[in-house]
């Protein structure tokens, strides 16, 4: 796993996290090829990498009294992806003022560095009262001011 930090336009710090994955067996079709539900855990996998090497995984949010439900996805699948390979995951933290978190991923397929798909995913917070939170948690905040050098 390898983390990149680097400053983009806007002057906030970009936040990424590089992680490979070997397609497993179960995650495979009839056919060897990874079937399109699973590219979901990939992003998964990325989040959970990105948490690891960033202090915001989701047991750091748990013990903030919140957790961090998905309200969006998607993905764009490029290229097949077959077992026996492995992926590489990027996953870039996209910088938001509202009480979301939003990633960017990047999938390649690491033999061959070929783009197989790439997404956005975002996490609203959600007391453990299961009630939505519309205002930056505090916690959120001092960990944006931390790494994003805002």
Same mark, same amino acid.
């Given at each position: 796993? $390898?983390?990149?930090?680097?400053?983009?336009?806007?002057?906030?710090?970009?936040?990424?996290?590089?992680?490979?994955?070997?397609?497993?067996?179960?995650?495979?079709?009839?056919?060897?090829?990874?079937?399109?539900?699973?590219?979901?855990?990939?992003? $998964?996998?990325?989040? $959970?990498?990105?948490?690891?090497?960033?202090?915001?995984?989701?047991?750091?949010?748990?013990?903030?009294?919140?957790?961090?439900?998905?309200?969006?996805?998607?993905?764009?699948?490029?290229k097949i992806v077959k077992?026996?390979?492995?992926?590489?995951?990027?996953?870039t933290y996209i910088h938001?003022?509202?009480?979301?978190?939003?990633?960017?991923? %990047?999938?390649?397929? %690491?033999?061959?560095? %070929?783009?197989?798909?790439?997404?956005?995913?975002?996490?609203?917070?959600?007391?453990? $009262?299961?009630?939505?939170?519309?205002?930056?948690?505090?916690?959120? %905040?001092?960990?944006?001011?931390?790494?994003?050098?805002i």
């Amino acid at each position: 796993m $390898e983390a990149l930090s680097h400053m983009n336009k806007t002057n906030f710090q970009t936040l990424s996290n590089t992680t490979v994955v070997p397609v497993r067996f179960s995650e495979v079709d009839a056919l060897g090829i990874v079937w399109h539900g699973h590219y979901l855990k990939f992003f $998964e996998d990325g989040r $959970e990498a990105f948490g690891r090497a960033y202090e915001l995984g989701y047991l750091d949010v748990y013990k903030n009294n919140f957790a961090t439900p998905l309200v969006k996805i998607n993905v764009d699948f490029k290229k097949i992806v077959k077992y026996g390979d492995s992926v590489k995951i990027i996953t870039t933290y996209i910088h938001s003022p509202a009480a979301k978190i939003i990633f960017k991923y %990047e999938v390649y397929r %690491e033999s061959d560095g %070929e783009l197989v798909a790439s997404g956005e995913s975002t996490q609203v917070f959600m007391n453990l $009262e299961h009630e939505l939170y519309i205002v930056v948690p505090d916690f959120f %905040e001092k960990w944006k001011q931390k790494n994003l050098e805002i």
